[in-house]
């Protein structure tokens, strides 16, 4: 089977786009202000509660469809070496192995997290109403309220039932391009860097955040609202900037994207700001070619083992003690296909796997309710979710974040009831 036709390419432009008018914009206060695109700005701003007692969740969105069979390898099922027979896991090359799953070598890294039990996995994850469209998956797992009319980003209902005033209780980190998953009332910012965040033109001649400021002082509410959580979100990082960072317990970040987000999302954590969400992006996950065996310089390889030095810095930085605070999760728009095509790669598809770590996390185990992929189990060619990714966060919610009922953040879905996190 070949390689399918998916509009892929244009996915690369849109996404080169995004990165570039990000860099434009990096400076840009008021595009940074993500929770007041398009949605105007809701009264739960000036009435939420002080503090949000709750983890701190950062979301990593694996963007261009994540192959979870690769990462996360059922290497007890034989119809997957059936199906892969170039690019399948072989059992030898598997790390923490346990008969029935085994990591990707490449992700090494991460062993030490796995082994002291901070880092899990979810296997057979997927969204309802699967599309391989990459435009249609990324909008319905950032909005996650299928089957409703509701439009916001689930982050963004997420960090209003937390109730935080805090100016940078929510951050996109690493792009200034407003994210889809915080479109909605609450006030959040995407920024590119903590070191970059500042309005355009602002400089000693030209204090336009003063300017700013004095032109909304009189203003109605409703009008000055993103004024001045903007002047909030810009005053609350000034003194972070200020400082120099320095990661701790020798802590080193790979000189990446993802490696610079990372590290600035521990920089806000630890200087308590009030960072109540995070999300950031991985890129680069569509592999319909050359997605390549298990050893170094082979792209799923790399790519893999880009993401572990990264999270393995994250962690390491934060210490023990900052990590019992903080679930990070793993997110993807969809998997790939059961079955390799003729360029040694995996086109779109459906079920797939997360990635789960922090101190509350119940981890050194895959979590899952197999379906097999046997081919009458198969879901169209592709492995059958039988989890819904948002039931898993939903576990995480209500376990780490201190939430009762879930359907403002997600309606009509219940927890996962995996038991893959402690209580607070």
Known sequence: MEAEI??????KSSMSRRRLLGRTLAVGAGAALTGLVSEGLSTQLAFAAEAYAGDTLVVLSLRGGFDGLSAIAPIGDPDYYKARPGIALPKSQVIAGD????LHPALAPLLPMWSGGNLAAVHAVGQPNPTRSHFAAMEEMERAAAGTSVRSGWLDRMLGMTGSKAPLAGVAMGDAMPARIF??????????????????GESAKRPIAAALRKMYADAPPLLAAPALAADAALTANTPLKAVAYTPANGAVYPATELGAALKDVARLIKSNVGLAAAAVDSGDWDMHEGLGTAVKGQRMYDNLYEVSLALAAFAADMGPDGMKNVTLVTISEFGRRVAENGSRGVDHGHGNA????????????????WPTLAPGALADGDLAATTDYRAVIGEILQKRCGFGALDEVFPSIAPSDFGLAAAR
Request: charged residues 15%; aromatic residues 6%; glycine residues 20%.
């Open 6 to 11: 998916c509009g892929c390419d244009e996915l």
């Open 99 to 102: 008969g029935t799953f085994g």
């Open 183 to 200: 479109s909605g009332p609450s006030a959040d910012v995407s920024m590119a860097s903590v070191d970059k965040f500042m309005l355009a």
């Open 354 to 369: 997360m990635l789960l770590m922090g101190g509350g996390v119940r981890g050194g185990k895959v979590y899952a309710a």
